[in-house]
């Protein structure tokens, strides 16, 4: 069983700061085990990979929020974080916090490796 709960979306102004946080609960594994990942999904749109980091901690992002974004985990309290800076219109979308057991490193942004989603939270960006 694995429940994965967002938080942490809103509205912001361009330039402005969000952090989002995903609550992570598993039956069968422990937390530091799984891959996880940030996706977003805008209407109309495909959902896609932002950022992904496996079991190791090492960090994948998409070219469009490189620099800006920092995926991390809190291994001790079961929650992924995504901090992001200098946000744009653009990154208006639902995110979605999502898990899996094992994932290639080259594969932390593809959403169909994932099997574990979580309900999304909105984050709107103003310019």
């Known amino acids: 069983q694995v429940q994965l709960v967002e938080s942490g979306g809103g509205s912001v102004r361009a330039g402005g700061s969000l952090r989002l946080s995903c609550a992570a609960s598993?039956?069968?594994?422990?937390?530091?085990?799984?891959?996880m990942g940030w996706f977003r999904q805008a209407p109309g749109e495909e959902r896609e990979g932002v950022a992904g980091?496996?079991?190791?901690?090492?960090?994948k992002y998409a070219d469009s929020v490189k620099g800006r974004f920092t995926i991390s985990k809190d291994n001790a309290n079961h929650i992924l974080y995504l901090k992001m800076n200098s946000l744009k219109p653009e990154d208006t979308a639902m995110y979605y916090c999502a898990a899996e057991i094992w994932v290639g490193y080259s594969r932390l942004l593809k959403k169909a490796d994932f099997r574990y989603w979580g309900q999304g939270t909105q984050v709107t960006v103003s310019s």
């Open positions: 598993f039956s069968r594994y422990t937390y530091d085990s799984y891959c």
């Open positions: 980091i496996d079991s190791d901690g090492n960090a």
